[in-house]
Every structure is written in structure tokens, then in C-alpha cells.
């Protein structure tokens, strides 16, 4: 089968304006209730504190997903990558870089406190562990919002 038949039949995806913003709305909602979820788990009962940190938690994730992918999907989507995988990749991707970058100082390039090689180490560690969930976490939320973003077009 030659190339032009290939991408002839391969699916092709497509997004519009409100769909978009209804993915991004998706997407704020569900990163405030994973936070929502670990205040909850940090031990917080009480009622307008869980309340706060939902929209708090679902305004600052709106914010980092259109900040920081938003553009990023741009460049994907105009590339004409558009399918489920390459969101939850990115998603997993955007995700891992902020969070071992928060964790390790900004991958060690500010100012670190005096450490031994054991505690940097186990500082890495973790990082990486931690970030690879909450990775998991992004990329569900990104495929959630793909799938109210995106439709097929034959």
C-alpha cells in the first residue's frame, strides 16, 4: 500500500472553539478534584476548606493546562497530531517536567541547600516516583478532555 493511501485511510480528527473550551473546562474540573482528593487524604474534613480547594485546585489547573498546554498542543494539533495517545503523552510529558522540576530545585540550576550525594539522590528519587503518578493522573485528564475536544472526520 503506498503512502497516499495510507494517510487516505487513516482517521482524521477534528476540534472546534467551544469544544475546546469545554475540554479545558473538563480538564480545570478534574484537576481541582485530584486536588480536592489529596487535601482530602492529607486529613481536611472540614467543609469550606474541601470546597476551597476544589475551585482553587480547578482554577489553577485551568491555568497550567492552558499555559502550558495549550500551546504546546497547538503546535501537535497543527502538525495534524492529533489523536488520543499523542494528548495523554503530552499530558504525562508536561506533568512529569513541571513536577520533578518543582521538586529538584529546577532540575538543580537554583540555589540547592549543602546536601549529601545520598539525600540529592533520594531527592531524584522521589521526585521522579512521585511525578510519574501524578504523570498517570495527567494523562487520564488528558485523554478525558481529547475525547470531548476531538471528534472523527471521514
Known amino acids: 500500500m503506498n503512502d497516499h493511501a495510507m494517510r487516505a485511510s487513516a ?10 473550551g469545554l475540554a ?3 480538564g480545570g474540573a478534574l484537576g481541582g ?4 482528593l489529596l487535601v482530602f487524604a492529607a486529613g481536611q474534613r472540614e467543609l469550606a476548606s474541601l470546597g476551597a480547594a ?3 485546585g480547578t482554577i489553577f489547573s485551568a491555568l497550567g493546562i492552558a499555559g502550558a ?9 497543527l502538525a495534524g497530531y492529533r489523536r488520543a495517545w499523542h494528548a495523554a503523552a503530552l ?16 532540575f538543580g540550576f537554583l540555589a540547592v541547600p549543602a546536601s549529601d550525594l545520598r539525600t540529592t539522590l533520594f531527592r531524584w ?7 510519574a503518578l501524578l504523570a498517570i493522573v495527567a ?8 475525547r470531548v475536544a476531538y471528534r472523527r472526520v471521514m
Open 69 to 77: 498546554g495549550g500551546p504546546l498542543w497547538l503546535v501537535l494539533h
Open 33 to 36: 478534584i485530584v486536588v480536592l
Open 91 to 106: 499530558g504525562a510529558l508536561i506533568s512529569l517536567v513541571l513536577f520533578v522540576g518543582a521538586q529538584t530545585y529546577g
Open 11 to 20: 482517521p482524521h480528527y477534528d476540534t472546534t472553539l467551544d469544544r475546546a
Open 139 to 146: 494523562a487520564g485528564i488528558a485523554l478525558a478532555m481529547w
Open 125 to 131: 528519587i522521589s521526585a521522579l516516583g512521585t511525578s
Open 24 to 26: 479545558l473546562a473538563l
Open 54 to 56: 476544589w475551585v482553587l
